[in-house]
């Protein structure tokens, strides 16, 4: 079969059951709604193709040459696309459902409401490509370089990431929740307004990394290194810094809010009217910290460093402070007896 047959049978609208298109030059075909069940295209160029709104089910397209393309609104499930260039092809709206994209090139490729679900992607890559407000959803990276690419409004959840290439890739307003980052060396990534909820990034390193209103919520961040971030207006709800290096960090406004600091070290960090409402601080460094209007209500500052910190109207209201090492407190504020009445009160 050649390409004008090929043609024929999509422009009458037949389903394209367990045909062999195997190594065939389909270079610039028309084939716009094809509809393909358990076929075989392996090895097919069909570079500067039409194949908007196709939908394909278990196909072999191993190898398949995809350049230039106009795929949007595909579909394309449990397919083999291992091997496949995607090199500036538009994939717009289109959809991969548990296929094997392994060693797949997306370079250049418009990556736009594109979603890829329980996908394997070992191997390859996303060069110069912006996934903008798509989806990678308990996806296999491993090995996958996102080089020079731009992660915009982009869903990657449930996946691991620790070895995904991220060489010059940037987070814009991303969503990473649940996702595994522990241990991965990312300094100076920026990660600002992105969502990190649930995360694991035990022993990450993101030194002198972009965090600004970036939302930690629940993650684990024990042992990382956070040392010199910006993490203005950021939320660490919940999150773990167990023993966390954030030294010289600016957390200016950051919430703090039943989070676990305990051990952590963030000597001369700027945490000036952060919230720590219940967190855990037990045995944290904050020596020449600024906690400046920092709220420390109901937490527990036991063996806590405050060394030389500046804690002007920092409130320790009903707070637990066994041990805690203050250079000079004068002008921090202690309990508010009408707030403790308040939180005391039971109704009759």
């Known amino acids: 079969m050649n390409k004008e047959e090929l043609e024929r049978l999509v422009a009458r609208g037949e389903v394209l059951n367990r045909l062999d298109f195997s190594g065939l030059d389909l270079r610039g075909a028309s084939l716009g709604g094809l509809i393909a069940e358990e076929s075989k295209f392996a090895g097919a160029n069909l570079a500067g193709a039409n194949l908007r709104e196709v939908i394909v089910h278990r196909t ?22 291992e091997g496949v260039s995607f090199e500036d092809t538009n994939l717009s709206f289109a959809n991969f459902n548990k296929c094997n994209l392994t060693g797949a090139k997306f370079e250049r490729t418009k990556v736009h409401n594109t979603n890829i679900l329980e996908g394997k992607l070992e191997g390859g890559s996303f060069v110069d490509v912006v996934l903008d407000r798509s989806s990678l959803v308990s996806c296999d990276l491993a090995g996958l ?40 060396s990312l300094p100076g990534v920026d990660l600002g307004l992105t969502q990190l909820m649930e995360c694991d ?21 024990s042992g990382a ?31 703090f809010v039943d989070a676990d600091l305990s051990g952590a070290n963030f000597a001369k960090a700027k945490l000036a009217q952060c919230i720590f409402h219940r967190a855990r601080c037990v045995g944290a460094l904050l020596p020449a910290a600024d906690l400046t209007y920092a709220d420390f209500s109901n937490a527990d500052v036991s063996k806590a460093d405050f060394s030389g910190a500046t804690l002007f109207r920092a409130r320790f209201h009903r707070t637990v402070e066994a041990q805690a090492i203050f250079t000079d407190r004068a002008l921090a504020l202690g309990d508010d007896r009408e707030l403790a009445k308040a939180e005391s009160f039971v109704p009759s």
């Open 60 to 81: 072999d397209l191993r190898g398949v040459n995809l350049a230039g393309v106009d795929a949007r609104h595909a579909s394309f499930v449990e397919c083999n696309l």
């Open 145 to 184: 370089r996102f080089t020079r690419s731009v992660v915009r409004q982009t869903a990657v959840l449930k996946t691991d990431l620790r070895k995904v290439i991220l060489e010059k890739a940037r987070f814009e307003t991303a969503v990473l929740v649940g996702s595994n980052l522990a241990g991965m």
């Open 201 to 221: 990034l035990r022993g990450t390193d993101l030194s002198g990394a972009q965090l600004v209103q970036a939302n930690f919520k629940g993650a684990d961040l």
């Open 225 to 255: 290194n956070l040392d010199d971030v910006n993490a203005k207006n950021t939320l660490f709800v919940e999150a773990k810094l167990v023993s966390a290096r954030a030294r010289r960090g600016d957390f200016h406004q950051a919430v």
